[in-house]
T-cell receptor, first 115, second 112 residues
């Protein structure tokens, strides 16, 4: 069964450092998301991406964040200068297309710890 | 924007009993409502979904009901098993599925 894969599974970084979280969406999917989940809290939307551009972003997704699809398979989330409060699980998700009512599939997540 | 509430936050049931989790949403334009199960250390996994033109949907032991007028939807799990223990999230989309707004989650414990 096709799945969304994320690497690394766990990333520890020092405050102020840049991190890049990587995702490989399901191969025929065209719509991609990043979500985050602070420990014990709800899953929060960060950004959606379609046709090589950001489709929608939340207020969490400020100038410190960026997304990129550098090639035909990877979808990355970059945090330019990490803060302690960026510590969370980051989930990538993909959807077949933009059409309403198609399922979004989530990856296993990357646990980011900022120290 | 859309706001999704979910109750209860924790739920313990005996194996074999039924479990019901309820969600409400605020945006009447929302029209797709998935339910996700999240096991410890894993990503959310879609278990069932319902569209706004349907009032109820069932898949084996899992069912979801939707009341558009009241803007609430519920997850029903019958004959619960220990492997049903997880955190369950409801979600809603208020446009063309671009942004899933999640509820805060319900931690379900099925006691043997």
């Amino acid at each position: 069964e096709p799945e969304v894969t994320q690497t690394p599974s766990h990333q520890v970084t020092q405050m102020g450092q840049e991190v890049i979280l990587r995702c490989v969406p399901i191969s025929n999917h065209l719509y991609f998301y990043w979500y985050r989940q602070i420990l014990g809290q709800k899953v929060e939307f960060l950004v959606s991406f379609y046709n090589n551009e950001i489709s929608e972003k939340s207020e969490i997704f400020d100038d410190q964040f960026s997304v990129e699809r550098p090639d035909g398979s990877n979808f990355t989330l970059k945090i330019r200068s990490t803060k302690l409060e960026d510590s969370a699980m980051y989930f990538c998700a993909s959807k077949r297309d933009r059409v309403l009512n198609t399922e979004a599939f989530f990856g296993q997540g990357t646990r980011l710890t900022v120290v | 924007g859309e706001n999704v509430e979910q109750h209860p936050s924790t739920l313990s049931v005996q194996e074999g009993d039924s479990a019901v989790i309820k969600c409400t949403y605020s945006d009447s334009a929302s029209n797709y409502f998935p339910w996700y199960k999240q096991e410890l250390g894993k990503g959310p996994q879609l278990i069932i979904d319902i569209r706004s033109n349907v009032g109820e949907k069932k898949d084996q032991r899992i069912a979801v009901t939707l009341n558009k007028t009241a803007k609430h939807f519920s997850l029903h799990i019958t004959e619960t098993q220990p492997e049903d223990s997880a955190v369950y999230f409801c979600a809603a989309t208020n446009n063309y599925g671009q942004n899933f707004v999640f509820g805060p989650g319900t931690r379900l414990s099925v006691l043997p």
